[in-house]
């Protein structure tokens, strides 16, 4: 049974940090491409980074780019997501997601996701 289980989630000041993690299991994590995805209260659920499964290919949504950085542990079958600079609008309930084959910025190719962890900034 394939589980991704998120954490790290919390409230952070405006212009403050915080790293999630993705904890996988139950999955061949070396062959997964993963993504993190964000979803706000009212919107649609959106793409924030996608990593291929070496972690030597990664993808960056404009709104976050220069900001987050999306990296992943092999050994740990951990993906990570450090977030710097964080505004109030990347308040959201943030999600990983694995997929065969290619990373993507898409949310529709994910087959696996994550129950979510919220991440609340304040201004």
């Known amino acids: 049974q394939v589980q991704l289980v998120e954490s790290g989630g919390g409230l952070v000041q405006a212009g403050g940090s915080l790293r999630l993690s993705c904890a996988a299991s139950?999955?061949?994590?070396?062959?997964?491409?993963m993504g993190w995805f964000r979803q706000a209260p009212g919107k649609e659920r959106e793409s924030v980074a996608a990593?291929?499964?070496?972690?030597?290919?990664?993808y960056y949504a404009d709104s976050v780019k220069g900001r987050f950085t999306i990296s992943r542990d092999l050994v740990k079958n951990t993906l990570y997501l450090q977030m710097n600079s964080l505004e109030p609008e990347d308040t959201a309930v943030y999600y990983c997601?694995?997929?065969?084959?290619?990373?993507?910025?898409?949310?529709?190719?994910?087959?696996?996701w994550g129950q979510g962890t919220q991440v609340t900034v304040s201004s």
């Open positions: 990593s291929s499964w070496s972690g030597d290919s990664t």
């Open positions: 997601a694995a997929k065969l084959g290619m990373p993507s910025l898409h949310k529709a190719p994910y087959q696996y």
């Open positions: 139950g999955l061949t994590y070396s062959t997964y491409a």
